[in-house]
T-cell receptor, first 116, second 112 residues
Framework: DTEVTQTPKHLVMGMTNKKSLKCEQH?????MYWYKQKAKKPPELMFV???????INESVPSRFSPECPNSSLLNLHLHALQPEDSALYLC???????????????FGSGTRLTVV | DQQVKQNSPSLSVQEGRISILNCDYT??????FLWYKKYPAEGPTFLIS?????DKNEDGRFTVFLNKSAKHLSLHIVPSQPGDSAVYFCAIRPFGNEKLTFGTGTRLTIIP
């Protein structure tokens, strides 16, 4: 299995809703990431988990709450989002960098989020 | 403060010719340089990478060149094929850090 699976593929939510994005991989990768991509912009890092512990938070607002329940799963909990949070949310995984000499993140197909 | 720039937002190349995509960076403290390809509504797909101790890496039709003195990275695709039409991002990783910073992207269109 060489894929990162993200669900749902599309999500429309109101500003008072609570929803979660899910990401799963079975490649044995111990680093997992959340990226956000707006239209015509590059992906921007939000969070990094290494060995199931949060290692990087790029000053993301608290209305985004990540969770890594085990080495295969990564969630992003959403609450009280704003319309400007509408974007493509990408999950990725990789070997932990200190253990590999060559790597590339494997990305999922993303969740297209629309906040109304 | 954009650390990684791809100055050409778009590029059109005839099928069979060489495509050259460029990337410039501002910080010397990077150790890994990567190229990703992205189709609409899909996640980026890893293409090829190069470490800072090398100046060239080749994989089939794809070759990445690194010029550290000029802080410049390029991707050559030869021969270009219609399936290569996509947005290409360079990405850079600093020493001892898991963060990957992406360039602004170049939309490559291969003309049959």
């Amino acid at each position: 299995d060489t894929e990162v699976t993200q669900t749902p593929k599309h999500l429309v939510m109101g500003m008072t809703n609570k929803k979660s994005l899910k990401c799963e991989q079975h490649m044995g990768h111990r680093a997992m990431y959340w990226y956000k991509q707006k239209a015509k912009k590059p992906p921007e890092l939000m969070f990094v988990y290494s060995y199931e512990k949060l290692s990087i938070n790029e000053s993301v607002p608290s209305r985004f709450s990540p969770e890594c329940p085990n080495s295969s799963l990564l969630n992003l909990h959403l609450h009280a989002l704003q319309p400007e949070d509408s974007a493509l949310y990408l999950c990725a995984s990789s070997q932990v960098l200190r253990l590999t000499v060559n790597y590339g993140y494997t990305f999922g197909s993303g969740t297209r989020l629309t906040v109304v | 403060d954009q650390q990684v720039k791809q100055n050409s937002p778009s590029l059109s190349v005839q099928e069979g010719r060489i495509s050259i995509l460029n990337c410039d960076y501002t910080n010397s403290m990077f150790d890994y340089f990567l190229w990703y390809k992205k189709y609409p509504a899909e996640g980026p797909t890893f293409l090829i990478s190069i470490s800072s101790i090398k100046d060239k890496n080749e994989d089939g039709r794809f070759t990445v060149f690194l010029n550290k003195s000029a802080k410049h990275l390029s991707l050559h695709i030869v021969p270009s094929q219609p399936g290569d039409s996509a947005v290409y991002f360079c990405a850079i990783r600093p020493f001892g850090n898991e963060k990957l910073t992406f360039g602004t992207g170049t939309r490559l269109t291969i003309i049959p």
